[in-house]
């Protein structure tokens, strides 16, 4: 008998191999954060439910959700068959909007929306394994908990601007943070010199890529994405996000027996989508001005997009992070030592400017595209 489901588009047994896999694989992250137990009444069923609950905390803990995804990077992703790399591309969109505010990103969710998974053994297959696997790669770096997740074959629903896309998919979760109402990071303890301290970013992250992808139209043509030329600068485009929030949250004292920050940053600004502008919202309240006057070198890809789309400064560290994924503001005697700690969890970091007065609070930035001071 055939199968009718099958035939129109929606391979069950796949999907039932697929989320045993996963399924099984997401177990092994039970036991990353400390404060997260998740009871098994499942039964063995792999969809069975496991609920989990907030432990040894000394005070109440609140919760709360950060939902993102990867954006339109899944078509660069899938070009170059490294879907892997989406993993940490929606780890970090979700985590670190918990992070970025004191808090502990704990537990993880995903969403993940495919054209086709293929048969058990496909090349397609694999590419969506070998990203879950990723997935739980980066969750055991960071010490996440992903606790379920759901996979659905959507067919046509799935787009992609590139005709010859492999393996169409759209990747998007949510993370489930802790907070504790003694341990936010608002900006109200900014101050007049304190230090501002960048964390690198060395592509993208998952922001910008429309214009990302229209410079590659402009430089490559219509069919850059199989344009062998367009390759290793696509590659670059490809990288996969960084991710601070091991580093971000024990420097917050969430890993200490008396949960004590290790350092005083007075405020964390995630460059996501809106780039420095990010910076510039958070800091407003604080009726305080930044001066950046030495931040990290553009991403050279991000060069190169910047000239390809006719894009002037302002847009370009407006729409992209600039080479740079969050920004922190602590006092001048901390710097150092935050800087030094970054390094023991291998990121990147740097004293890039200060927090000063001014009449009109703004961000000036030195750009390090043509060397111009840009205001936000």
């Known amino acids: 008998m055939n199968d009718k489901y099958a035939l129109d588009g929606v391979n069950i047994e796949a999907g039932d191999d697929f989320s045993a896999i996963v399924g099984k694989a997401a177990m ?10 998740v009871i098994d009444l499942s039964k063995g069923l792999f969809r069975g439910p496991r609920p989990f609950f907030i432990k040894d ?47 502990l990103p704990a537990v993880f969710y995903n969403v ?47 787009g992609s601007d590139n005709p010859h896309a492999n393996a169409p998919f759209n990747w998007a979760g949510f993370a489930i943070g802790i907070y504790s109402p003694d341990k936010m990071i608002y900006g109200d303890n900014v101050r007049p010199g304190d230090f501002v301290v960048a964390l690198r970013e060395y592509g993208f992250r998952s922001n910008g890529i429309s214009s990302v992808r229209k410079a590659f139209q402009i430089r490559y043509g219509e069919e850059f994405y199989v344009n062998s030329d367009a390759e290793m600068d696509l590659r670059a485009a ?17 890993c200490r027996p008396d949960f004590q920050p290790i350092i005083d940053v007075g405020l964390i600004a995630h460059l996501s989508g809106g780039g420095i502008g990010k910076f510039s919202e958070l800091l407003a309240p604080t009726g305080l001005s930044a001066e950046l006057d030495d931040l990290y070198d553009l991403p050279p ?9 006719g894009m002037e400064d302002q847009e370009v560290y407006r729409t992209w992070n600039g080479g740079h994924g969050v920004l922190a503001v ?9 800087v030094a700690l970054a390094t023991e969890y291998s990121v990147e970091a740097k004293t890039c400017g200060r927090i000063v007065s001014s009449d009109t609070t703004h961000v000036a930035v030195a750009s390090k595209l043509t060397g111009k001071t840009l205001v936000f």
């Open 57 to 103: 905390l000394p005070f109440q803990a609140c919760l709360e959700g950060a939902p993102d995804g990867v954006g339109t990077k899944v078509v660069i992703h899938d070009a170059l068959k490294q879907h892997a790399g989406a993993a940490r591309d929606v780890l970090a969109m979700t985590s670190t909007d918990i992070t970025r505010f004191g808090g």
């Open 238 to 254: 490809a990288v996969p996000s960084q991710l601070y929030d091991r580093f971000l949250t024990d420097m917050n004292g969430w």
């Open 28 to 37: 092994t992250t039970y036991k990353n954060c400390p404060y997260i137990e």
């Open 301 to 309: 890809i991000m060069r190169k997009c910047a000239e390809w789309r």
């Open 330 to 338: 602590m006092p001048e005697d901390e710097a150092g030592d935050f």
């Open 112 to 158: 993940l929306d495919v054209r086709s998974l293929g048969e058990n053994g496909s090349e397609s297959f694999g590419l969506f394994v070998s990203a879950l696997a990723e997935l739980i790669k980066a969750a055991n770096e960071q010490g996440i908990v992903v606790h379920k997740g759901e996979t659905a074959e959507l067919g046509a629903c799935i």
